[in-house]
C-alpha cells in the first residue's frame, strides 16, 4: 500500500523560510509527484510539480522564484524549499503522486495517492 507522509511544517513570519517532506512508504517510480495547498473556503490548489526523467518542474505563478520543488529518489523523498513567505501562503499543504503522465499537473483530480497534510502558516 503506497503510504505519503508529509511533515516540515510550521507558524513562520513572512519573509521566513520552510522546507516541506513528502517521505513515501514504497519504491515506486511516479509519473509525477506534486504538492498542492488548501485553505479553508477554497479549492485544492497545485503550487508545484516534479516529473520522473526528463520533464523537469512546474510551478504555479503565485510560487516562482520563491519555491523549490526536488526529489531525493534514494530516499525515497520529495521536498518543497519554501522562501520569502508571504500570509497568502497559509495553507495546508499536501503531497500528491500519480502512477502516469499525463497533462495538467495542477488539476487534483489527476493524481491516484495523498499524504494527509502539513500546516503551513504565515504571519504578518
Known amino acids: 500500500e503506497v503510504q505519503l507522509v508529509e511533515s516540515g511544517g510550521d507558524s513562520v513570519q513572512a519573509g521566513g523560510s520552510l522546507r516541506l517532506s513528502c517521505v513515501q512508504s514504497v519504491d515506486f517510480a511516479f509519473a509525477n509527484m506534486a504538492w498542492f495547498r488548501q485553505t479553508p473556503g477554497k479549492e485544492r490548489e497545485g503550487v508545484a510539480a516534479?516529473?520522473?526523467?526528463?520533464?523537469?518542474?512546474k510551478y504555479a505563478d503565485s510560487v516562482k522564484g520563491r519555491f523549490t520543488v526536488s526529489q531525493d529518489i534514494a530516499k525515497r523523498t520529495l521536498y518543497l524549499d519554501m522562501s520569502i513567505l508571504e500570509p497568502e501562503d497559509t495553507g495546508l499543504y499536501y503531497c500528491a503522486a500519480r502512477r502516469s503522465y499525463g497533462t495538467m499537473w495542477n488539476n487534483s483530480a489527476n493524481y491516484d495517492y495523498w499524504g494527509q497534510g502539513t500546516q503551513v502558516t504565515v504571519s504578518s
Open positions: 516534479i516529473y520522473r526523467g526528463k520533464l523537469g518542474t
